[in-house]
């Protein structure tokens, strides 16, 4: 009999760079009738590959990999250079060298597309930007299933284009990056998850994956209701203990009345976190460079992340930061994809 298609799980373990998404996190959510994610963003190719190694020794279940496809337009270095000059006092605190920043930076995208080439990977979903219609062709030829990350109706009806086969609509109530398809975007934040995921739906026919501010099981309804025949969470795992988020940052969640905000401030590209003192300090200063300004600031993320200071590192969380529990992950899936699974037209 042959493997169902892995893009029928009901719910999806979002991808979540920088260490969060485990093997263990991902085998586990996999395991638990979920569809967990490594993600390979800053990712060095040959440690993707380990981790892909790993997952397969840690569970036979379905699971898929996130690759960034890089920024295309040219970005203003003269910009990058000021903010750079913004940071001084930031850097002689932590007593770190700022990096000078590069031109371009693929992050690997061409190495890491023959690594999931090669490994077979179940699906692959990419984010950032629409890959080309190549590497979806070269992906199908090897049976893997793709998915195109999206925050409207032309980046969706884009990516249906290219063949995706299925998209993962993403609201401004997510955590982490806007995964827009460039980095100079805008950033609607009233329209919540399942509006966009209605007005998505209305654009295009493949399935859509919905994610941002998703928790609880009546947010996992709602998207099901506008379309969505799966749900996509991420600040829902950060409190998991298979998921590897840093002490202070899971501290944070759950103990801070700080609330959530979007910045440019730690990469250039706008991204959901918890508000914070180098928030406050730098958002209004940081140009629209992405990944340029995520380099800057990674000497001063890593300090402070050593030192367990959570007003110098990037605490990225949903809108639904304030109700997440510490629980293992099979529990949050099992959750939340029952919700789905039970909601889905083809159940009714
Ligand atoms: C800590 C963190 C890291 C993230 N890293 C990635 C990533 O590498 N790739 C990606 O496509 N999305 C990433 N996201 C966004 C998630 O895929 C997803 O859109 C988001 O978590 C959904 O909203 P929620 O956090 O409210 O559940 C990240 C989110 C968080 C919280």
Redesign the pocket.
């Known amino acids: 009999m042959s493997e169902p298609d892995p893009l029928t799980r009901p719910l999806v373990g979002?991808?979540?760079?920088?260490g969060?998404?485990t093997p263990a996190l991902v085998a586990a959510v996999s395991d638990a009738g979920g569809l967990g994610f490594l993600?390979a963003?800053y990712q060095h190719p040959a440690d993707l590959a380990a981790d892909i190694t790993r997952v397969r020794r840690a569970t036979d279940a379905p699971f898929g990999v996130?690759v960034?496809v890089p920024e295309s337009r040219p970005v203003d270095l003269d910009a990058v250079g000021v903010f750079r000059r913004a940071l001084t006092a930031e850097a002689a605190r932590w007593r770190v060298t700022l990096p000078e920043p590069v031109e371009r930076d693929s992050d690997f995208f061409d190495e890491k597309v023959d690594i999931v080439v090669a490994a077979r990977v179940p699906v692959v979903?990419f984010?950032f930007g629409c890959p080309p219609r190549a590497v979806v062709d070269r992906l199908h030829s090897v049976g893997t299933r793709v998915v195109v990350?999206v925050t409207d109706a032309q980046e969706a009806i884009e990516a249906a284009a290219v063949g995706a086969d299925a998209l993962?609509v993403?609201s401004a109530?997510?955590?982490?990056?806007r995964?827009t398809f460039t980095s100079a975007e805008r950033c609607d934040t009233r329209t919540g998850t399942p509006e966009l995921v209605a007005s998505v739906r209305q654009a295009v026919a493949v399935p859509l994956i919905a994610?941002?501010?998703?928790?609880r099981p009546e947010e996992a309804a709602a998207v099901v209701e506008a379309g969505a025949s799966a749900a996509?969470?991420?600040?829902?795992l950060?409190t998991t203990p298979e998921a590897g988020?840093h002490a202070a940052h899971r501290a944070a969640l759950t103990a801070s009345d700080r609330g959530t905000t979007v910045t440019r401030a730690f990469s250039g590209r706008l991204a959901r976190g918890l508000r914070n003192r180098f928030i406050d300090s730098f958002g209004a200063l940081a140009p629209a460079a992405y990944p340029q300004v995520h380099h800057l600031t990674k000497p001063l993320r890593a300090a402070a992340a050593a030192r367990g200071d959570a007003e110098g590192m990037a605490l990225?969380?949903?809108?639904?930061?304030h109700l997440v529990r510490a629980e293992p992950a099979a529990a949050v899936v099992a959750r939340l994809a029952a919700v789905v699974a039970s909601r889905r037209p083809e159940s009714r």
């Open positions: 979002a991808p979540m760079a920088g969060v998404s993600a963003g996130n960034f979903s984010t990350t993962c993403q109530h997510a955590g982490g990056h995964a994610a941002g501010g998703i928790v996509q969470i991420g600040t829902a950060l988020t990225w969380a949903g809108t639904g930061h």
